[in-house]
């Protein structure tokens, strides 16, 4: 066997029947299903992303571990993406669907826990804007001195608080424990420009040194929305330490879906320190620290687009647009303020 089908081997896989199977045993619970009958009805596509990411989570099992995935994916998600995920495999796919979620999802994890690590000692608070369907709070160990913000929508955080109670109450669901020293969710749209005032109401101490994380949400929000959500980040970096996790579209990305996408920036490693944070580093999917093993395929689109500088908008090789995900890291800390 050569080295490159050795690694294939190795490689974790997402997708197989085993992790459906594992999935929907979760949803077995009437309560459940009932609740997602009803998302399926009233939510629009932004609100129904959150069970797609979670359903993406669930089906790569193999390297993502979440034990809330399935039951806060729905059926219909993992269904969906199942199938998709079929036709990857016999199509013989570079990519398989899923696969960018899982690494976005890891590389979130242990930046998150690195930061943690970073931050000492003392009280420590997690703040998850565009939370949507994430269980971090019930399944990284390095939580347990944090408290914990899961900042959504209303109907979002009733709907995922409802869907985990009847999930617990039935006898088909492993039983989840908590991970975080404490979980608070908050109900409030980071559009408006009330939503710290709300979080601040909730129990959150802007001079407690706090992890912002913000996985796939800045680009649905519009330019205005989406910078006044970073600069009111931003501002907290006068009273304590301040890391933010993000990622950021390039603009090519944004036409993927113009109804759904709409805030980019083409060098989000240069817009985070011209508003206030200390330093920004800058990772792409494929990158040796957002790769976990899962993108193994010589020709995989990842690995192309980021062998091409980040200025090239048009793949030279086929002509297609250069559509870019950046992760990236941010800091800053009251003495940084200081000796501006």
Request: hydrophobic residues 45%.
């Amino acid at each position: 066997m050569s080295s490159k089908e050795e690694e294939a081997k190795e490689t974790p896989r997402g997708g197989g029947n085993g992790e459906l199977a594992a999935a929907m045993e979760q949803l077995a619970a009437e309560g459940v299903r009932a609740l997602h009958a009803r998302a399926e009805a009233e939510w629009g596509p932004v609100l129904r992303s959150a069970c797609q990411t979670a359903a993406a989570r669930a089906l790569w099992a193999a390297a993502v571990r979440d034990p809330a995935a399935g039951v806060l994916a729905g059926e219909r998600c993992l269904r969906g993406l199942h199938d998709k995920m079929m036709r990857d495999e016999r199509a013989g796919a570079r990519e398989v669907s899923g696969v960018m979620v899982a690494v976005r999802t890891l590389w979130f994890d242990a930046r998150l826990q690195a930061a943690v690590a970073s931050l000492g000692a003392g009280p420590l608070q997690v703040v998850l804007l565009g939370a949507g369907m994430d269980a971090r709070a019930y399944r990284l160990s390095c939580l347990k001195e944090c408290a914990v913000f899961e900042l959504d929508f209303p109907e979002l955080l009733e709907m995922k608080s409802g869907i985990l109670h009847e999930a617990m109450s039935s006898t088909h669901h492993q039983k989840l424990t908590m991970m975080a020293k404490s979980l608070t969710r908050v109900p409030a749209d980071i559009r408006d420009a009330n939503w710290m005032a709300k979080l601040q109401s909730c129990g959150y101490i802007p001079e407690r040194n706090t992890i912002w994380v913000l996985e796939g949400i800045l680009y649905y929000l519009q330019h205005a929305d989406a910078m006044q959500v970073l600069e009111t980040i931003a501002g907290c970096r006068t009273s304590a330490c301040t890391v933010l996790l993000a990622d950021f579209m390039n603009k090519n990305a944004t036409a993927l879906s113009q109804t759904m996408y709409h805030f980019y920036h083409d060098s989000p490693d240069l817009l985070l320190p011209s508003i206030g944070f200390s330093q920004a580093l800058l990772s792409q999917i494929g990158d040796p620290e957002a790769h976990f093993g899962l993108l193994n395929h010589p020709q995989n689109l990842f690995d192309k687009l980021r062998r091409l500088p980040r200025s090239v908008e048009t793949n030279p090789e086929d002509g297609t647009p250069c559509c870019r995900l950046y992760l990236v890291e941010a800091s800053a800390s009251p003495d940084d303020h200081a000796t501006l």
